[in-house]
């Protein structure tokens, strides 16, 4: 049974809410010379990593017209729907976000415009592992299809007998990807970030992945790759007061307990009997669940945690920073306002974390150990940078050029502040 | 003399397009130790690394109410008023790009919104060295307090006197900034990171600096704190035609060369008439600089590139992917509308860089070493990050939820599927 920790000090929230650690920094080393290895010898690393890790030996890691083909046959239709409707309001919401760019004239003559700009090449990474994550495949190619990366590329990892699963494919060819590697972990980081032979290189990959998998990405990005988020285990909290149901809070806790023996949910209420009440539902709904064992497990790193009041609570939600947050209470849509750090909110008792897991179009990919504090999940903008531009007339160069002439020289720029003399003196001469 | 270099193969460009590269990971070892015991012992570390690296010792590290007080008085009228000029720029331009958040309905019922929401705690880093820069102070603290970050703390590091630059200061304070530390080096980013007795924890840090800052962001973003991005040796592309003038050419190519000796410009032309007197003009007008010695050592960096047409010109400089990039050609708009990778864009003859460095609005700190492929350079967006939220009615569970249980239940997650299949059960059952 899960203990309700009462009434905890300011000064018990950093541990109440530490998270199971994953130490990468200790992979590093071995990592390394597994990308040094595929920067240097291409395919033929990629093919012997994936005989060591995968257990798999390919002549071509591209997925091939004939598997494109068959993998509709392979997939039920009823499953092939929810793909479609999943898409669509990912799609609905991802194009939502884009913004126009304009020029704004600071002063006159002088014009600025920031451009949203599609990053030409990324790489997607989708996990292999029990089962597959076609969610995680329209999560990330979506919007980088709406976002006009010209150049898509996914890796995933293929089973002993060297076949992806065909709910993945479909899930590609209903986003849009064209490209499909069957690589997975280091190897796969490692031949995108690169290039090989038979796999492009690109300039930014996303995804989430195992330890190893998020050890690669972060030396890669150290390299100069960009990469969305290094991803930690998964987490939630859950925001109730007294007007909250025990059973639905003990459904969303337990789901995303069952993510992995890593996984963490935290409750925060002000609420003695609800807690209770959702201690003794979390008893009986976890043995109908076939992944027992692992959620009992996660339970271990989890929390119910009992506040004076709902205002404490948020705080102490803020403190935590969640890559998700369930919020159900009576005054549900003030307190979203108020949240200042989490991944993705989730709002009132209809909405429980498997809504934007899969289809409600916002995505799934989230920051976690604490990062929500400063990052974002992925969006729509994690699939472009935007580039400013200037353009100064002979009016703004004028209006303008003497107080940079000031700034330059004051900073010791000698040339910099020639540039702009040179160009004044050019005027005066007309 | 510069060499042109004549219409070369595109195997070349690889070579042609090489940075001074910064190896941050050699100091990574002995960077790490520094941040390890600055986070062990907080302010007697950062004194006692003040010490060592900075020849500076200090009781206090805050900028002190007398200081900020006798700061203007130390200031010359036409620098605080060309500092009034720049910073208003950049905040309507910064300005210019809040999004607003509004409501997407992805289905009936299921509604989901992105909100732009600051990053509470920010650290800002300003270089020392020969010069006061108090425009990389505007470019950091004026878009953060747009963003709404409620503590803004900058460091910057001081003179052996334990003094800073009151131009910094007058700036800071223009800019909103409340608190200064007289922190430099990775004593500073370290401090920032882990919080100590006077300095404040913070959750992002920005700004430019030297190797070992750099190499200490990287680290402290490997523990979760995060970066702008990692700065490496600033660089600038030139594109232009037959109607450029030669004489401004050659200052922007030279502004570029005098930040540093590893600093990069690479002018790209199809005109050798041009590109020949270009090359005049940087004899000339070089001889006339106080730093002749550190921007010739930039010129062995630097490159002049001829091509048989402005297309491939323009191709060159998407490979190159620069930091700056000005364009000074017939069809300079559209050139620069077909641009994919770069920082800033300098359009016409009266755009040099100098402009958007101190203050036509635009910011100064942007991707370099090819970064601009993927990353965009600090904007109002780099300040927050962008929480999303669903909320789920009665109606759109009916709606959405059968799709979510197909989904969760062929991804193997039960207690995800149950999650949806209670409530839909509950809504039957009324």
Redesign the interface.
């Known amino acids: 049974m899960l203990e309700i920790i009462k009434y905890p000090a300011k000064e018990a929230w950093g541990k109440l809410t530490k998270r199971p650690q994953m130490d ?2 200790a992979l590093f080393a071995s990592t390394q010379a597994v990308l040094d290895d595929i920067r240097s010898h291409g395919d033929a690393a990629v093919r012997e990593y994936s005989e060591r890790f995968d257990k798999v030996s390919l002549n071509a890691f591209e997925v091939t017209d004939e598997e494109w083909a068959e993998a509709g046959a392979l997939v039920s239709d ?2 092939k ?3 479609r ?2 898409k ?2 990912i799609e ?2 991802h194009a ?2 884009k ?1 126009e760019s ?1 020029w ?1 004239e ?2 006159p003559g ?1 014009r ?1 415009m ?1 451009k949203a ?5 990324v790489g997607l990474y989708v996990p292999g592992g ?6 995680t495949v329209l999560m990330l190619a979506v919007p980088a299809i709406i976002a006009g990366c010209e150049e898509i590329v996914l890796c995933t990892p293929p089973n002993r007998e060297g076949k992806i699963h065909p ?1 993945v494919i479909v899930a590609a060819k209903l986003a849009g990807v064209k490209r499909i590697f069957k690589i997975g972990g280091i190897q796969a980081i490692g031949a995108m970030a690169y290039g090989t032979g038979s796999i492009p290189k690109v ?2 990959i996303f995804g989430p992945g195992n330890q190893y998998v998020t050890a690669a990405k ?1 030396l890669i990005a ?1 390299e ?3 990469i969305d988020v290094p991803a930690g285990p998964s987490e939630a909290a859950l925001l109730a007061d007294g007007s909250a ?1 025990a ?2 809070i003990a ?2 806790f ?2 995303q ?3 992995g023996v890593d996984s963490q949910s935290i409750l925060a209420t002000n609420n003695e009997q609800l807690a209770e009440a959702v201690v003794k539902a979390i008893e009986q ?1 976890i043995s ?4 027992e064992e692992v ?1 009992r497990k996660a339970l271990q790193n989890s929390k119910i945690v009992l506040f004076q009041t709902l205002n404490e609570a948020v705080k102490f939600i803020n403190f935590y920073a969640p890559e998700h947050l369930v919020i159900q209470c009576e005054n549900e ?1 003030q307190i ?1 306002e108020a ?25 799934h990919t989230l ?1 976690t ?9 992925v ?1 729509l ?1 994690s699939f472009v ?10 009016e ?2 004028q209006n ?5 002439a ?3 020289e ?11 003399t ?2 004044l003196d ?1 005027l005066r001469e007309k």
């Open positions: 990468t920094k009823e499953l729907n929810a793909l409707v999943a669509k309001n609905t919401f939502s976000q913004t304009k704004a600071t002063m002088v600025c920031q700009t599609p990053i030409e090449k029990s089962a597959p994550l076609f969610s709910a300039y930014k972060q150290l100069g790759t960009a149901n059973e639905f459904s969303d337990l789901s307990a069952e993510h709904q109908e669940l076939p992944r959620t849509m979203a949240i200042k750090n989490s991944g993705s909110i989730f709002i009132g008792r209809y909405t429980p974390v498997s809504m934007g897991d899969y289809a409600s179009g916002t995505n920051p150990a604490g990062m929500a504090t400063a990052y974002s999940g969006n903008d940078k935007k580039i400013t531009f200037q353009e100064v007339t002979a703004g160069i303008l050029g003497p107080t940079v000031v700034m330059a004051n900073e010791g720029l000698d040339a910099h502040k020639r540039s702009v040179l160009r050019e």
